[in-house]
């Protein structure tokens, strides 16, 4: 895999696990390194940093049917935020690990129809060892759910919720 290239990627060396993938620190053409699970390079489902990627793709359509004031809306903005956003507080453990939004999610309107409105009082839960917010890797759970499964996680080392904002 080392000096291997993946889209914009190449492979610098191993860095530990994700999840049960082997991890390894990729450099993008950008000058940017970054930790990537091998299966998503295998796999072609990463080719780029997220700084890229972000770049590359159009602006987020932030259209909203005059749900902008809800907190799905705030939800949906946020985990956008983290994971392409480098000045985001919450970067360095969403993007900064490869955590990315599936491109259904790039519209406000996608997520809304995948989803759903956030039931009260739910937050936005994103499976363990999954890097990608997308319908089949995220569902809405109560906090005491949430602790939960924190609690279970046991050493998972790969765990992400959104904030409640
Ligand atoms: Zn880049």
Request: glycine letters at 8%.
């Amino acid at each position: 895999m080392i000096g291997r290239k993946f889209g914009k990627w190449i492979v610098i060396r191993e860095a530990g696990r994700k999840g049960r993938a082997i991890a390894y620190l990729c450099g993008c053409e950008c000058g940017r390194e970054y930790r990537v699970s091998g299966c998503n390079l295998r796999a072609g489902r990463s080719l780029q940093c997220n700084k890229c990627k972000w770049k590359n793709c159009k602006k987020v359509n932030t259209k909203c049917m005059g749900l902008s004031k809800t907190s799905t809306y705030n939800i949906w903005r946020s985990l956008l935020r983290k994971c392409y956003e480098e000045n985001h507080r919450d970067f360095h453990k969403y993007g900064a690990n490869g955590i990315t939004v599936c491109k259904e999610w790039f519209t406000f309107m996608g997520f809304y129809d995948e989803m759903g409105k956030r039931p009260a009082a739910y937050v936005l839960h994103l499976m363990f060892g999954r890097d990608c917010f997308s319908k089949e890797n995220c569902r809405w759970v109560t906090l005491s759910e949430l602790h939960k499964l924190i609690f279970e996680r046991n050493k998972a080392n790969t765990y992400f919720e959104t904030d409640d904002t």
